[in-house]
């Protein structure tokens, strides 16, 4: 049995890595938690770790994708923006996956068996 091969997208701008299924992974669980710390727990990382990459998103894009409650309770949420580039990423990653299925297959049959780690 061939091994399963996930496609992954990362987007430049510029010539700099900006977007990839990590940070929108990260957004995925803010949205999911209400909360930085602990979207940043469920992917292992710190809070400061997870804070940076979305001061980075929010850096990089018009408009912030994620926005913070101020004061000791915190909390966050994912903008308008915020799910409309975590749908766009998902709707391109979807469409790539179709576009490479035959490459893809092809690959399967090359690559290694079950020592290769597929997702």
């Known amino acids: 049995m061939a091994p399963a091969l996930r496609l992954t997208l990362r987007i430049d701008v510029d010539g700099h890595p ?12 803010v949205a ?7 979207a940043g727990r469920a992917m292992g990382m710190s809070y ?7 001061d980075a998103l929010n850096n990089q894009f018009a408009k912030p994708l994620v926005e913070t ?5 915190g909390g966050a949420r994912l ?8 749908d766009c990423y998902r709707a391109a990653e979807k469409e ?4 490479a299925e035959a490459s893809l297959t092809a690959l399967a049959g090359l690559v290694k068996g079950p020592s290769v780690r597929a997702s």
């Open 96 to 99: 790539a996956t179709a576009g």
């Open 32 to 38: 999911s938690t209400g909360s930085i710390s602990a």
């Open 79 to 86: 903008s308008e923006t915020g799910q409309a580039v975590v």
């Open 69 to 73: 409650k101020p004061g000791g309770g």
């Open 18 to 29: 900006t977007l990839g299924h990590g940070k929108i992974r990260l957004l995925e669980h």
């Open 48 to 54: 400061r770790r997870a804070w940076l990459l979305i």
